[in-house]
């Protein structure tokens, strides 16, 4: 079974945050700790997972990726963790399978 996850690392060192998805969590993160030059995650070596969401299907998991991302906002990433209800209403909101 394949997994669809938005991910959302911090580097302490830079202070910055990163959203991405992945269907393999576990490679996509060597990638970042060991991106080349030119790619963002290069810019830090201290990547940590910050959040991690599952969804059911890839259109759901890049909807909610790209919803992230639109929100331009560190105070609304750190709400991600703080309150786990807004995790459910992006599945609810981006729900494909209705």
Not at 22 to 31: A, H, I, K, M, Y
Not at 76 to 90: F, G
Request: with cysteine; proline share 3%.
């Amino acid at each position: 079974m394949i997994n669809h996850i938005v991910y959302i690392l911090h580097s302490q060192k830079l202070n910055r945050y990163y959203i991405g998805y992945t269907s393999n969590f576990d490679v996509r993160l060597e990638f970042h700790r060991n991106s080349p030059p030119n790619k963002f995650t290069a810019n830090a070596n201290d990547w940590v997972l910050f959040f991690s969401l599952s969804c059911t299907n890839k259109t759901q998991a890049l909807s909610i990726e790209r919803h992230i991302k639109n929100m331009k906002s560190k105070i609304y990433i750190e709400n991600l963790v703080q309150y786990p209800e807004i995790s459910n209403k992006l599945l609810e909101k981006y729900n494909t399978d209705c």
